[in-house]
């Protein structure tokens, strides 16, 4: 008999301990209802939602806020952060605003996440009663503002998905002074007659993606307006609406720009327009640039494409005044479909700065099941495969675009209140004096200031053993570098440490000008004789920081990579060289891993490996006007490592060149199994000089045949454009596609390939890979 009870008994203890041990670990739930909430939709539910967030916010384990099935009557929510941890917004149920517009439409928003780090909201439905508050628009009546439904300002690392939002009284969900946000498959109506129901905004935010959902709107489905950057929008169906637009801009003489914009792979149906730019006639130091649409489907849309600078409600303010905002690099490709106006395609541009750079290719847009017309004033680009009748175009092209500049750096340098000079602190400008204790003294001394300030590096040559640089700092701190910093001459000084300067949780910090010397010429002689050689050290590291400016840095014979940006938000590097001999081992010039929102443009890699190297978790890189070699090129990967892994997705580089570089553009993964992932990446105007390996895919990377023999690679590649790359190989072998053979590569294209080895067509090979071609595709073979 007790053998018989004993199993059971023993697996019931078993049950009773495994709930013990997982409950003990469970994500602390705070359910609204626990607090008074009332899934009945009349009772007020403000309080117990506010107290729920209270106390999630205060939970130092990553906690959940949970709103169950049921309607629940919410006033304003306002949902302060910062927080002391990860907070998940869980709704099941369906939230109500109060049925008198007047309750929310004086304050603005209705429901508000302001300075909160780490959030995310999922599921469920929020429904704003709007009609009340439109008809009072429609009649003139004296009405309030208007409440925005969601509004994310000032936050950091933002997940929003699964959302259906309904009727807001104006915007559906608004993002506002933040960075890293994700928006993934959200629901948003309102009638199309209901007034500036936009469904997405964005405005002063930097690394926002949104990708897949359904927006219906009486407004523009999404707005960019001033300060956008590093914007990727994917497999949107928008209609009906106004439409996705950037703009309108200008409306202030001191307004920040918008760049860095990719809407690809969405549908516009019976919407008013379909992808707009649109800015005030009247003076600005606005800008629009490095923006592309491509890939994008017209369904019976009034205006499928326009760029409209003369912009002017009644006549109002502008009269007889020109758009001074400037808009260059645009590209419109791969645009199909329907237009239900004679002109599908009107490029208005100011008479005053007119549009550079702008290209279309295969621009495919029919009004009547005939081909549809287009106007253009003020447009200076080029065209191919356009069919639409071109009129009054001028397709003189720009030779350069124009300068970038971060308006953030401006603003930031600008403001500065104090100056904490080095030398001040005891730094000595020798070259041999340790200058270590006083640069940490200006730069604790700089951490503590509540104003802007600047920690300046005199003229000379200081000393430096590695130096960790800490923040949180109070307010933003320019590092301005006239002189050059060099390293201890015995490598072992730097090389155990792993870094050489690093930057940790620092926001609002710019790097400016000055040489970095980290004479890594030892440590390389080390590395090749095969003795034993520390790890070596990067020569300038970002971790855990956002809203960070390097620019104008040189640096110099670094002991392995020059610079990297790792979990970072908002990163912009712009005319950066970084230089080592083409032998020095493992000399990447910059590196970006779990970032998002980095911008590099306009300089100079010559390595001993990768210019620039791409790791796991990348999202909205934007890289232009880059010159590589030599070097290895600029590598996606090595992916795949680790089983488990972050992707890496939305990846632009355009108009670049690299010189006797090994490769050109690769994407490299190991030969093992792993969840990661490359999509979206747009290689496009590139040119190649005696690069060995201009365009290639290696998905079999096994160095020694260790840790991965026989197996194929889990990375999966999908969605990558290769788009105008010519020039010479030094190989017969100029475009390789290695795939894996379990997960083959899909929906590659290629256009408008042309790369040739000693004057004549190169060759190809293509192993596992899907995908299409079009235009001149030289060499031949693939696809």
Known sequence: MAKNISFPLVIILFSIVFFLINSSNAMPSFNVQRYGARGDGRTD?????????????????????????????VRNLVFWGPCKSHITFKIDGTLVAPSNYWSIGNSGYWILFAKVNRISVSGGTIDARGAGYWSCRKNGGHCPQGARSMSFSWCNNVRLSGLTSLNSQNMHVTVHHSSNVRIQNIRIRAPSGSPNTDGIHVQSSSGVTISGGTIATGDDCIALSQGSRNIWIERVNCGPGHGISIGS????????????????????????????????????????????????????????????QNYCPNGRGCPRQSSGVKISGVTFANIKGTSTTPIAMKLDCSRSNHC?????????????RRSSASYCRNVHGRRSGVKQSMDHTNNKLVAALLMFFSSFLLMGTSMAASNYNVVNFGAKPDGRTDSTKAFLSAWKAACRSAASVTVTVPRGSFLLKPVEFRGPCRSRITFLIDGTIVAPSDYRGLGNSGYWILFVEVNRISINGGTLDARGASFWACRKSGKSCPGGARSMTFNWANDVVVSGLTSINSQVTHLVINSCNNVVVRKVKLVAPDQSPNTDGLHVQASTGVTVTDSTFQTGDDCISIGPGTRNLYMSKLNCGPGHGISIGSLGRDANEAGVQNITLINSVFSGSDNGVRIKTWARQSTGFVRNILFQNLVMKNVQNPIIVDQNYCPNHQGCPKQGSGVKISQVVYRNIQGTSRTQQALTFDCSRSNPCQSIRLHDIKLTFNGRSANSTCKNIKGVKAGVVMPQGCL
């Open 45 to 73: 539910s403000t309080k117990p939602f506010l107290t729920a967030w209270s106390l999630a916010c205060r939970s130092r384990a990553r906690a959940m806020v949970y709103i169950p099935r049921g309607t629940y009557l």
């Open 356 to 368: 550079t750079g702008i290209r279309l290719q295969d621009i495919r847009l029919t009004y009547m």
């Open 249 to 308: 801009l200008g409306d202030y003489v001191n307004e920040e720009g918008v760049q860095n914009v990719t809407v690809t792979s969405s549908v516009f149906t019976k919407t008013q327009n379909g992808v707009r730019i649109k800015t005030w006639a009247r003076p600005s130091r606005g800008f629009v640039r490095n923006v592309v649409f491509r890939n994008l489907i017209m369904r019976n849309v009034d205006n499928p494409v326009i760029i409209d």
